[in-house]
């Protein structure tokens, strides 16, 4: 029977779960064009990088890093700041409205009342 080397496979899957993470990025339409359209100043227009998203083969891994990581700039997903705000918020009141409430206490037992005629 082998020793298993505990550190070495976290570490290799460590490496292995990184590189996945990282292969999305590889494959996505926004690292093959201008950065500077995901990143619009302050009132400019997403629209065009929000077109790129559309077609694009990872939009939901990149807009899951952008909710998991709480990217605060730029178009991730297709999704601006303000709208994975948004998502974010609906997400958190869709799970408070279908989680169980509290479980009801039950109810107290009856006072035992003592028989008529005795001292209570």
Known sequence: ???LDVTGALASLALHSDALEEDWRDQALC???DAESFFPEKGGSSRAAKK???SCDVREQCLQAALDNDERFGIWGGLSE???RGLKHRSLELTEATAPGPTPRP???AAV???EGTAA
């Open 52 to 54: 790129i998203c559309q």
């Open 82 to 84: 303000r709208e994975r």
């Open 113 to 115: 009342q003592p028989p």
């Open 1 to 3: 029977m082998k020793n």
């Open 107 to 109: 109810a107290a037992p």
């Open 31 to 33: 690292a093959q064009t």
